[in-house]
């Protein structure tokens, strides 16, 4: 089965919003890892998030690891938000392996 | 300022040609990867790379193979390209494989075999 879901698998959001995107992982992850993808553009990593929680600017993460689950939020929302944001564990057990989930849409609308 | 470089950045080839990606790094990293990214299915890991002449099939290697002589570059090879590996490919590298390894990625190709 598939070992990293997220959800939503798209989200509209006007701008001012807040958002919270869901991962949830099979139980080899051992680390979690955040991406942004603009549409056409390559993958930039946002939070390295082993448990608990980070920040990085408007965007906190928090993981439980013992729940397998982890979450992005996104404070006041800007237009600049809008891609896909990719969650994908990491396994070292596989040598540090990373198994991405197929990731959540967003639009920010002005 | 740490890099991951990938020529090109846009290929088109014929079905049966020979594809060449080529991926470099300027962190010393030991350890690279090569991705490809399809519509609806995120990235999957076609091979790693531990260090020179060090490497490991991921999840989707047939049709693939790889080449690192050095640290600084891992090459993906497609002999005889296939329409179904038309894709946009990824490189990554992280400093090891254990503990503390944030994978950090390049531009992308973006393949066309027609």
């Known amino acids: 089965g598939q070992q990293v879901q997220q959800s939503p698998a798209s989200l509209v959001l006007q701008e001012g919003e807040n958002a919270e995107l869901q991962c949830n992982f099979s139980s080899t992850a051992t680390r979690l890892q955040w991406f942004y993808q603009r549409p056409g553009g390559s993958l930039v990593s946002l939070l390295y998030n082993p448990s608990g929680t980070k920040h990085t600017g408007r965007l906190t993460s928090t993981t439980v690891t013992k729940e397998r689950r982890s979450s992005l939020h996104i404070s006041s929302s800007q237009t600049t938000d809008s891609g896909t944001y990719f969650c994908a564990m990491v396994d070292n057990s596989a040598g540090n392996k990373l198994t991405f989930g197929i990731g959540t849409r967003v639009l920010v609308r002005p | 300022d740490m890099k991951v470089t990938q020529m090109p950045r846009y290929l088109i080839k014929r079905m049966g040609e020979n594809v060449l990606l080529e991926c470099g790094q300027d962190m010393s990293h030991e350890t690279m990867y090569w991705y490809r990214q399809d519509p609806g299915l995120g990235l999957q890991l076609i091979y790693i790379?531990?260090?020179?002449?060090?490497?490991s099939e991921g999840d989707i290697p047939k049709g693939y193979r790889v080449s690192r002589k050095k640290r600084e570059h891992f090459s993906l090879i497609l002999d005889s390209a296939k329409t179904n590996q038309t894709s946009v490919y990824f490189c990554a590298s992280s400093l090891g494989w254990a503990n503390y390894a944030e994978q950090f990625f390049g531009p992308g190709t973006r393949l066309t075999v027609l």
């Open positions: 790379s531990y260090d020179v002449d060090s490497n």
